[in-house]
């Protein structure tokens, strides 16, 4: 595993989710109530993609069947997805955000 630089934190906005990939693997960063949080951008249903569906608070909606993920945990909180999501360690230092996969 290594830390690798991945975003500028003003390009997160609060509420906002911005897809980036950290050596091969797509990686969900998501700005809420200003802390940064980074989880895998696969759900975990049907392996579609995250970064198109809407971020509600602490929580993303996948775009295609509608499960929902707590993006500070990755736990399924509502069916169809029942697994987790893989979550990454973040680090931010002034603007520059880091994650560790």
């Avoid at 003003?10 to 509420?15: A, D, F, L, N, Q």
């Amino acid at each position: 595993m290594a830390e690798r630089l991945v975003a500028k934190k003003s390009e997160i906005g609060e509420g906002e989710a911005h897809r980036v990939v950290v050596d091969g693997t797509e990686v969900l960063l998501c700005n809420v109530g200003g802390e940064i949080y980074a989880l895998a951008d696969i759900c975990t249903h049907d392996g579609g993609a995250l970064d198109q569906g809407e971020l509600e608070g602490a929580r993303i909606v996948c775009p295609r069947h509608g499960a929902t993920f707590d993006v500070r945990t990755g736990e399924a909180l509502t069916l169809p997805a029942v697994m987790p999501l893989p979550t990454y360690t973040v680090r931010v230092d002034g603007e520059d955000v880091y994650v560790t996969v």
